[in-house]
């Protein structure tokens, strides 16, 4: 009897551990039945549910660094710098939660494409959204073409100016359009800060550059080489800025990496430039948008609702139909889906699970194959009430018989799941880790839930009323 | 077992099931969605919306030659085209805004050619190695099984039944029309799991009735093990069929088509876990031992 109730006292913990956990739940998403806008107050408020964008409404986009001349070891510590230059310019922004991803793209299905995942959850403005991101201040170095090319250049020049004021039509010629700079390695990318800086007697802003080693051995070398010469810097040359901010004479070498503009801005000029700069010197070449996605916030709502609809219309449907069937296993079976739903839940909120559409219909899924390793069980306990055996040892034996088939057949749902987490893009991702999960998990419940519940039950022996509520569907056990 | 005794029957209906189905993929052919092949899609909202000829019209002015225009619900349009820049889809947003309408954008997506090339293979891998990975497992699973017939040629039958289960429910996909994109292949992955799962308890049941030795005739023992599982296989998968009916019936506009393709899969690959692979198993073994 003292293992009689040893079972009962477990029994009833893991009520209470489910119906605490359902508690923290409920207690967690205050939005709900609260109407609560401010999170974060109570221990609970702290883990909400993590939403993904086409259940919340924002804007996806998918880039394309190009990496090219950046050597291959490199490649990671840019990525990770442009992660972080992309992230500070949103925080400015305040996107609440925006998710910043590296992606490495291919390796075994073609050549290894560095791409990088943008999630601006709220934001439904493309627009604003790419401009935001792809606001990107390119400065470059550039040196004067050698002699020859920039007397063509020179000539060109006079060429023109007399045509114009001889009125004669004007022709862009190559040399003109070549300019009169050539550029050279050193470009942005090579910075490591930018100071906003005034000169000691004009007042005159200065935008003082500190580059990085590399940068600074580069700008070492071009300095030492056009001694004399002019070096132009140019911010933006390609987005309609076709003159250089600044363009001084070297008068000696400059070691020690620093540099400075003085340009005709003003103090407010300057100070939004070095902003730029610090925030903005992209690491890599070039991005470029490979996709978009936008769904609006009402449409997300629309669709997280009906999500939750489906599911709480499929364990309503799941529990009458096990209740009817399996009667008082099946009461049981439904106590421990229903304690299945909240530990699910619960690790959502624990390890952040991004919860989409996708994600949602895998968890409803799962909670359909739950339910099979109760199913397995109650069967092979009836076989085994039916060859006389007394209650308790028909649950037993219906479990020890049951257990091969719930592993072998759960060891292949979580192969599936393990690839398609592979498999996928962040859609699949989450489908694959609810579902995996959704496997494990069940596979706990089925075992020592159901179980546990089942043994405290005080029924014994093999008796009429047993063989009614142990019974299942329209058949009688005899 | 009937099913067992009339296994011809239902060899018969899968081969034909599955050559209507190639039938089906051969002529009509697969209808990728735009995550596959590359493209845009947009789903606006209007207060009063306009005719397909007034849409078609203002698109085809813009340079939106060949959009595929869609009504949906009671005010929305969709409209699938090119994968669009930027500022291709600011162009294509003023199009579809007209004068004295109101007009709101509700979806917006557009995938790059070589993001759908990539994940067209990716799917096809991904496929494979599922397929590997199960029959691996089962080979592993049943490995002290080997009489009357060896364990490897377990995970062969399993793998010829998930090859039954995502083909005919792929045929139907194509011969309704659906559209083939990411969720889909990520069902019939599912399908697969849950397939094999179905399968694996049944076998299991005719491998510890092979340990119990009920009956020196192998056809009587698979016959009988699969009477015992047989309530088994039909209330879980009615279970789950029944939470998919809830899904597509009240679940997110997204999920619809992948529900109803969960739906028919976990039905068939009951059906052939049942009535194809373990009768399979039975032809195997007379094979064997009439050479």
């Known amino acids: 009897m003292a293992i009689m109730w040893k079972t009962r006292i477990g029994a009833l913990l893991l009520l209470i551990i489910g119906a605490g956990i359902g508690y923290f739940i409920y207690a967690s998403e205050p939005k709900l039945h609260e109407g609560k806008t401010v999170l974060g107050q109570t221990f609970a408020e702290k883990f909400p549910f993590k939403l993904g964008l086409d259940l919340s409404g924002g804007v996806q986009l998918v880039y394309q660094a190009d990496v090219s001349s950046i050597k291959p070891g490199e490649v990671k510590n840019a990525m990770d710098a442009l992660r972080d230059v992309i992230e500070r310019r949103i925080n400015t922004f305040g996107v609440s939660e925006p998710i910043v991803q590296i992606e490495e793209k291919g390796g075994i299905t073609g050549p290894v494409e560095e791409r990088l995942l943008v999630e601006l959850p709220g934001i439904t403005d493309v627009k604003m959204a790419v401009d935001m991101i792809g606001q990107t201040p390119k400065l470059e170095f550039m040196k004067e073409r050698s002699k020859e090319e920039l007397d063509a250049y020179n000539k060109a020049v006079e060429k023109f100016n007399a045509d114009k004021e001889a009125g004669k039509p004007l022709v862009i010629s190559a040399e003109l359009l070549a300019g009169p700079y050539v550029a050279t390695d050193l470009n942005g990318r090579f910075l490591e800060r930018a100071v906003l800086e005034f000169d000691q007697t004009t007042r005159e802003p200065i935008v003082s550059i500190v580059f990085n080693k590399q940068g600074s051995d580069m700008f070492a070398e071009l300095t030492k080489e056009n001694v004399n010469k002019t070096i132009a810097i140019y911010l933006d040359r390609e987005l309609g800025n076709p003159d250089p901010i600044s363009a001084p004479v070297v008068r000696e070498a400059i070691l020690g990496g620093k540099a400075q503009i003085t340009g005709k801005f003003t103090a407010q000029e300057a100070k939004t430039l070095v902003g730029r700069l610090n925030s903005g010197a992209l690491p890599v070449d070039k991005l470029d948008l490979l996709s978009t996605q936008t769904i609006s916030a009402p449409l997300g709502a629309q669709a997280l609702m009906a999500g939750v609809w489906a599911g709480v219309w499929g364990l309503v449907i799941v529990a009458a139909f096990l209740v009817l069937w399996y009667r008082l296993p099946g009461l049981v079976s439904v106590v421990a889906l229903a304690i299945y739903v909240v530990i699910m839940l619960a690790l959502f909120k624990f390890m952040g699970v991004t919860l989409t559409a996708a994600g949602i219909a895998g968890f409803i899924l799962s909670m359909g194959m739950a339910v099979d390793a109760n199913i397995l069980i109650f069967e092979r306990t009836k076989e085994e009430l039916r060859k006389g055996h007394g209650v308790h040892d028909a649950i037993r034996e219906g479990f020890a018989r049951a257990w091969t088939s719930i592993r072998d057949s759960n060891i292949s749902s979580i192969i599936t799941a393990v690839i398609l987490f592979w498999f996928g893009t962040s859609l699949i991702k989450g489908f694959a880790l609810v579902f995996g999960l959704g496997v494990i998990v069940s596979m706990f419940t089925a075992i020592s839930v159901s179980r546990t519940l089942l043994f405290a039950l005080p029924f014994s022996g093999h008796g009429a009323v047993v063989r009614t509520l142990f019974g299942s569907g329209f058949f009688k056990l005899k | ?291």
């Open chain 2, 1 to 291: 077992m009937f099913i067992v005794k009339y296994r011809k029957i239902f060899f018969i209906i899968s081969i034909i099931t599955i050559a209507l189905s190639f039938y089906a993929i051969a002529t009509k052919g697969f209808n990728a969605g735009i995550d596959f092949k590359g493209g845009s899609i947009i789903e606006v909202s209007y207060d009063k919306r306009p005719d397909i000829e007034t849409l078609t019209t203002a698109l085809n002015t813009a340079g939106f030659e060949g959009a595929r225009i869609q009504m949906a619900g009671e005010n929305d349009v969709m409209i699938k085209t090119r994968a669009l820049s930027e500022v291709d889809r600011q162009n294509l947003t003023s199009t579809l805004a007209f004068k004295d309408l109101k007009m709101e954008e509700k979806k917006f997506s557009s995938i790059g050619p070589t993001v759908g090339a990539e994940l067209r293979v990716k799917a096809w891998y991904a496929i494979i190695l599922v397929i590997l990975g199960i029959v691996i497992f089962i080979a592993y699973a049943f490995r002290h099984v080997s009489e009357p017939i060896s364990s490897w040629k377990y995970g062969m039958i399993t793998t010829a039944t998930l090859l039954h289960d995502i083909i005919v429910p792929a045929g139907v996909f194509v011969w309704l029309g659906k559209e083939v994109d990411t969720l889909f292949i990520v069902a019939l992955l599912s399908i697969m799991g849950v397939s094999v799962h179905d399968t694996i308890v049944v076998f299991d049941r005719i491998r510890e009735n092979l340990r119990l030795r009920i009956s020196s005739d192998f056809a009587t023992t698979v016959g009988m093990s699969l009477r015992q599982t047989f309530t088994r296989s039909i209330n879980t998968s009615l279970t789950v069929m029944l939470v998919l009916a809830t899904l597509f019936f009240f679940g997110p506009a997204s999920t619809k088509d992948f529900s109803l393709i969960l739906w028919i899969g976990i039905g068939i690959g009951t059906y052939s876990s049942v009535f194809i692979a373990s009768p399979l198993l039975v032809v195997l073994e007379k094979w064997q031992s009439k050479r």
